[in-house]
C-alpha cells in the first residue's frame, strides 16, 4: 500500500521544505546507514531538537513508563526523540514503512512523501515530528 503524506509550509518557508526533502531522501536512499546519513545531513534546527540519548538504564525506564502511560503518543511527544530513536524509522529495520518518492511541489512550499507499507493505520510520528520540529505542518 502506499500513502501520500505532506509537509506543508508557508510562503516564507521555502528553504526549510527544501532541506526536509533533502534529508528524507539521504535517509531513504542510504537505507543501510542512517545514522550516518543523519548525523552528516542533519540540519542544525533538527540535531538541536533531539533530545539527549539514554543509557540502558534510562531506556527501560522510559520503557516501563511509556508502558503505564494511559496516552502512550502523549508520551512520546512529551518525552522527546533522541537522535537513534527517530531514525530507526529510516531504517531497513523498521517493518512498518519505508520512503518512497519524495518530491517537492512546484511552488516550493510543500514536501510530498509516499509512504510504502503493508497495514493501516501506519505509525509515521517521526516523521510527523519532523514536520512540527522544522515549522511545517501535516496535510
Excluded: C, K, Y
Amino acid at each position: 500500500m502506499r500513502t501520500r503524506v505532506e509537509l506543508i509550509g508557508g510562503p516564507d518557508q521555502a528553504e526549510r521544505v527544501r532541506e526536509v526533502a533533502e534529508l528524507l531522501v539521504a535517509l531513504r536512499d542510504h537505507g543501510g546507514e542512517v545514522e550516518r546519513v543523519l548525523l552528516r545531513a542533519a540540519p542544525g534546527w533538527l540535531a538541536d531538537a533531539f533530545a539527549p540519548e539514554r543509557t540502558v538504564e534510562e531506556a527501560e525506564a522510559w520503557l516501563v513508563r511509556w508502558r503505564a502511560a494511559p496516552d502512550r503518543l502523549a508520551f512520546e511527544r512529551a518525552s522527546g526523540w533522541t537522535a537513534s530513536s527517530w531514525v530507526h524509522w529510516f531504517s531497513p529495520e523498521n517493518e512498518f514503512w519505508s520512503v518512497g518518492d519524495v518530491r517537492v511541489d512546484a511552488g516550493g512550499h510543500r514536501v510530498v512523501v509516499d509512504l510504502e507499507h503493508d497495514d493501516d493505520p501506519v505509525p509515521f510520528e517521526a516523521l510527523r515530528w519532523l514536520a512540527f520540529t522544522g515549522g511545517l505542518r501535516v496535510g
